[in-house]
């Protein structure tokens, strides 16, 4: 299942799909070299990540960029368990082309709420 972003100006795809039971999110992050692919696999239903999907990565850090570096936290799907976040790292290489390093992590007990990281109560 393709989601879509509310940004057309994102390049990135984001799809979810059901394997042996599990959900997985998969992400190709665009930049100047090589995609990057990350997944990652929950034992949530797919149903429930396509529901909680708001077409938006809500940040939970404050960017940085010294322009070699780019970096920040956000969160693409806040559960009823915890959420999902995406670790974006963007580095300028020598070239001037930018690759990324980004990772997609699962954090169990928390959800992303007003652009910071809240215990589940």
Known sequence: ???????????????????DGHTQIQMTIVKDVEPEQITL???????QLSQAWQEVAMP???AY????LYTQTRCLFNL????VLWLVNHVKMP????????????????NAIAGKLTAIK
């Open 41 to 47: 696999t929950l034992s949530a239903p797919l149903e």
């Open 1 to 19: 299942m393709q989601l879509t972003w509310k940004d057309g100006s994102i390049p990135h795809q984001l799809a979810l799909n059901e394997i």
């Open 60 to 62: 939970v850090s404050e």
């Open 95 to 110: 070239n001037g082309k930018k690759m990324s390093a980004d990772r997609l992590v699962w954090i169990p007990a928390m």
């Open 65 to 68: 960029d010294d322009g070699n």
């Open 80 to 83: 009823t368990e915890g959420c």
